[in-house]
């Protein structure tokens, strides 16, 4: 068997740690904070974000923190219209075969550190960031910013959107600055009305804005998080935002969306980022997954889920891996997903522009066009990612 390193230790990178591990592989996860933790708010997660979990063995611990969701929601911002609905239990879960759920970031992460712990052949190391890698013949050799060196067959880079194995592998500069500034909160479900206690993702699109909200951590909080196109052109990651000030982003929006916005506390914000696909995340014994690879916006709640299927996937192909095939393993991947992934880059930034954002006559056409969709027709819109089991398929063959 052979000993991977692992640049970046996240949601990617421990399940990428994880998926190795079932084959008996050694792997080293160096992560460049000084303490293995994830920040942030709400996730979603789909079907096939539970298989993959299942996959990893962890599907069960998830599911004990998770929310089950009853349906996704679509509401018009500025009337308040209800426009259309996916259910998300009965038909859709028999088809997909795993629920849609909601989450706290922690609530998937701890699971995957937990595992990560348990193993012997993970070898968790904080305050380790990756500086860059050589490689010969028979391997690969990792320097850190500290000093330290790590020789391995193979090193996958799950260290972020900003990666440095990723710049040292494409030098492809930052990331690209969508323009879109996001505000996020979560309080206790107690500051929320019992009327207002909906067990659905809901989103509300409105001119330039959005604003999406639902349960997480057990019930026990709702997260809050609004997004306004405003031409944001410098990047901004987790900064206190006074709440007159994000309030102040959004004259027009409905009288229940306010309610709940209004509820918001602690805001923080981001400049969201993300960058164009691209076919080559491999350099002979190096591989890029998760956000290195294909940083998506969030707008099809998609990213952590392709982040897992990344793992599940890698991990099946360098079942067996010795120390002289790395190389192929590693580029059969790179072919097997970059295609879905980056579908699912595009996908989200389309539904930005074509679905939330839209205003006047175009906003109308879009209620329309919701509003006239059967749940079969929604199911089948989403089936090439929520109902994918092998996490090869694009979704340009047809629907499941």
Same mark, same amino acid.
């Given at each position: 068997?052979?000993?991977?390193?692992?640049?970046?230790?996240?949601?990617?990178?421990?399940?990428?740690? =994880?998926? =190795?591990?079932?084959?008996?592989?050694?792997?080293?996860?160096?992560?460049?904070?000084?303490?293995?933790?994830?920040?942030?708010?709400?996730?979603?997660?789909?079907?096939?974000?539970?298989?993959?979990?299942?996959?990893?063995?962890?599907?069960?611990?998830?599911?004990?923190?998770?929310?089950?969701?009853?349906?996704?929601?679509?509401?018009?911002?500025?009337?308040?219209?209800?426009?259309?609905?996916?259910?998300?239990?009965?038909?859709?879960?028999?088809?997909?075969?795993?629920?849609?759920?909601?989450?706290?970031?922690?609530?998937?992460?701890?699971?995957?550190?937990?595992?990560?712990?348990?193993?012997?052949?993970?070898?968790?190391?904080?305050?380790?960031?990756?500086?860059?890698?050589?490689?010969?013949?028979?391997?690969?050799?990792?320097?850190?910013?500290?000093?330290?060196?790590?020789?391995?067959?193979?090193?996958?880079?799950?260290?972020?959107?900003?990666?440095?194995?990723?710049?040292?592998?494409?030098?492809?500069?930052? @990331?690209?600055?969508?323009?879109?500034?996001?505000?996020?909160?979560?309080?206790?479900?107690?500051?929320?009305?019992?009327?207002?206690?909906?067990?659905?993702?809901?989103?509300?699109?409105?001119?330039?804005?959005?604003?999406?909200?639902?349960?997480?951590?057990?019930?026990?909080?709702?997260? =809050?998080?609004?997004?306004?196109?405003?031409?944001?052109?410098? @990047?901004?990651?987790?900064? *206190?935002?006074?709440?007159?000030?994000?309030?102040?982003?959004?004259?027009?929006?409905?009288?229940?969306?306010?309610?709940? =916005?209004?509820?918001?506390?602690?805001?923080?914000?981001?400049?969201?980022?993300?960058?164009?696909?691209?076919?080559?995340?491999?350099?002979?014994?190096?591989?890029?997954?998760?956000?290195?690879?294909? @940083?998506?916006?969030?707008?099809?709640?998609?990213?952590?889920?392709?982040?897992? *299927?990344?793992?599940?996937?890698?991990?099946?192909?360098?079942?067996?891996?010795?120390?002289?095939?790395?190389?192929?393993?590693?580029?059969?991947?790179?072919?097997?997903?970059?295609?879905?992934?980056?579908?699912?880059?595009?996908?989200?930034?389309?539904?930005?522009? *074509?679905?939330?954002?839209?205003?006047?006559?175009?906003?109308?056409?879009?209620?329309?066009?919701?509003?006239?969709?059967?749940?079969?027709?929604?199911?089948?819109?989403?089936?090439?990612?929520?109902?994918?089991?092998?996490?090869?398929?694009?979704?340009?063959?047809?629907?499941?």
């Amino acid at each position: 068997m052979a000993h991977v390193i692992i640049a970046g230790g996240g949601i990617g990178g421990l399940a990428t740690a =994880l998926s =190795l591990a079932r084959f008996g592989h050694r792997t080293t996860v160096l992560e460049r904070s000084g303490t293995f933790a994830e920040i942030g708010a709400g996730i979603q997660l789909g079907p096939n974000a539970f298989h993959a979990l299942d996959r990893l063995g962890v599907g069960e611990s998830v599911r004990e923190r998770a929310v089950f969701i009853d349906e996704l929601r679509f509401m018009d911002g500025t009337t308040g219209e209800k426009v259309a609905a996916m259910e998300l239990t009965g038909a859709y879960r028999e088809r997909f075969g795993n629920p849609y759920a909601v989450v706290h970031r922690g609530d998937l992460y701890q699971p995957l550190l937990a595992a990560c712990q348990e193993l012997d052949g993970v070898e968790l190391l904080a305050d380790a960031a990756v500086q860059d890698y050589e490689q010969d013949a028979a391997g690969v050799t990792v320097r850190t910013t500290g000093g330290r060196t790590f020789r391995g067959s193979a090193l996958i880079g799950a260290d972020g959107i900003r990666s440095t194995v990723r710049a040292a592998m494409l030098g492809d500069g930052e @990331p690209r600055v969508s323009g879109h500034t996001i505000y996020r909160s979560v309080i206790p479900i107690e500051k929320v009305p019992e009327e207002l206690r909906w067990n659905t993702v809901t989103l509300w699109a409105g001119p330039k804005w959005h604003f999406v909200h639902y349960i997480i951590g057990g019930g026990k909080y709702l997260n =809050l998080a609004v997004t306004r196109d405003d031409g944001a052109t410098v @990047p901004v990651t987790g900064r *206190e935002a006074e709440r007159d000030h994000v309030l102040a982003q959004f004259p027009g929006i409905g009288a229940t969306a306010r309610r709940l =916005l209004e509820l918001g506390e602690g805001w923080r914000e981001w400049v969201l980022c993300d960058r164009d696909p691209v076919r080559t995340w491999t350099d002979r014994r190096v591989v890029l997954v998760g956000d290195a690879a294909h @940083p998506m916006l969030q707008y099809a709640a998609q990213g952590a889920c392709q982040a897992l *299927e990344d793992a599940v996937v890698l991990g099946d192909l360098l079942d067996g891996m010795g120390e002289d095939d790395a190389e192929q393993r590693l580029e059969k991947f790179n072919a097997v997903r970059h295609e879905r992934a980056g579908r699912a880059q595009l996908i989200a930034r389309r539904m930005g522009s *074509e679905l939330y954002h839209p205003a006047g006559e175009a906003a109308k056409g879009r209620n329309a066009m919701l509003s006239a969709l059967t749940q079969v027709e929604m199911q089948n819109s989403v089936s090439w990612l929520h109902g994918d089991r092998d996490f090869t398929d694009s979704g340009l063959g047809g629907n499941r």
